[in-house]
């Protein structure tokens, strides 16, 4: 009598360790595809970024490579060093000027292309795509080197302005043309990726809601801005976010262009960073790095804080 009861009570508890085990061997499995990645992001990722952060809080410099735990620690020294720095200020307030201007305009051109393609160029739309999408994936060198060609004293642009009787000026060698020029060439790389977010935006916003308005009376730019951008906002917030973020870093225009001349008047913070990397100020450069990371970080909240409630 006593026998059922006890062969059930142990049934029941094997019953209970089966759904334990499974979860065990589970776990121990997902941890076991993890691991690669795990392995990848600490060698590459995680530990460099904390030796970096030890780093500019030291004198670390190219001589001291062969005894590196012999250099002195300097806490925040090399952060205040490079905020007396006029070049390194200097390299702040350019980089701002490119995202300031570059990010509106690079905004505009894309939402401009992809409302033309939405709206009036649709059986040849692939062909436009591909032709406004080609600068994002064309090679940066050979395009900057077009570009230099371009807009030197005898190039494509002055003799272009000297045949209807303008005399061209020195672009790249200008210090107040030398900027623009820079974010000209960012530009032209970058639309094509707004486009496409944009133009991915437009195909998700329904068009009974454009059809009941034009039932009611509502012109073709009064649906554009009471319908179509408030609906675009989310893209908006997208499109704002990473353009910035890819601007604040900016390298390839500014050092394939002009190395940051004339008289550092294109220098960004990230060829800054790079320069004094060049020069074994390895201290100076990785606290660079972190100021930059620093305002990275600090736009982005801005605009998710500014954008996210329209979105």
Not at 131 to 139: D, L, Q
Not at 220 to 246: G, Q
């Amino acid at each position: 009598m006593t026998a059922g009861p006890l062969v059930a009570s142990l049934g029941a508890s094997r019953s209970r360790r089966r759904p334990r085990r499974l979860a065990s061997h589970q776990t121990a499995s997902a941890w076991l595809l993890l691991a690669p990645f795990v392995v990848i992001f600490l060698l590459f990722t995680a530990i460099p970024i904390v030796a970096s952060l030890g780093i500019s809080l030291t004198d670390l410099q190219g001589a001291d490579l062969r005894t590196p735990f012999n250099v002195d620690f300097t806490g925040l020294k090399n952060y205040v060093d490079l905020f007396k720095s006029a070049q390194f200020v200097g390299s702040i307030g350019n980089t701002f000027y490119f995202v300031l201007v570059g990010v509106p305009v690079t905004m505009i051109i894309g939402f401009l292309l992809a409302v033309v393609l939405n709206n009036a160029v649709r059986r040849a739309r692939p062909v436009f795509r591909a032709i406004f999408y080609a600068p994002v994936v064309a090679n940066v060198v050979s395009v900057a080197l077009i570009w230099q060609y371009a807009f030197n004293d005898a190039g494509t642009v002055n003799t272009a302005l000297k045949a209807i009787g303008i005399p061209g000026p020195d672009w790249l060698g200008d210090t107040h043309l030398a900027m623009p020029v820079v974010i000209a060439l960012g530009v032209w790389r970058n639309f094509g990726t707004a486009m496409l977010l944009f133009l991915a935006g437009l195909q998700g916003v329904p068009q009974d809601v454009h059809e009941a308005a034009a039932i009611d009376g509502a012109g073709w730019w009064r649906r554009l801005f009471s319908i179509t951008v408030p609906l675009l906002m989310p893209t908006i917030l997208l499109v704002s976010v990473l353009l910035s973020v890819f601007y604040l870093q900016v390298f390839d225009e500014p050092y394939l262009l002009t190395k940051g001349g004339p008289l550092n008047s294109t220098e960004s913070m990230s060829l800054y960073t790079y320069q004094q990397f060049g020069f074994g100020n390895f201290g100076t450069s990785s606290a660079a790095s972190f100021i930059l990371l620093l305002i990275v970080a600090l736009v982005s909240v801005i605009q998710f804080r500014l954008l996210r409630p329209r979105a």
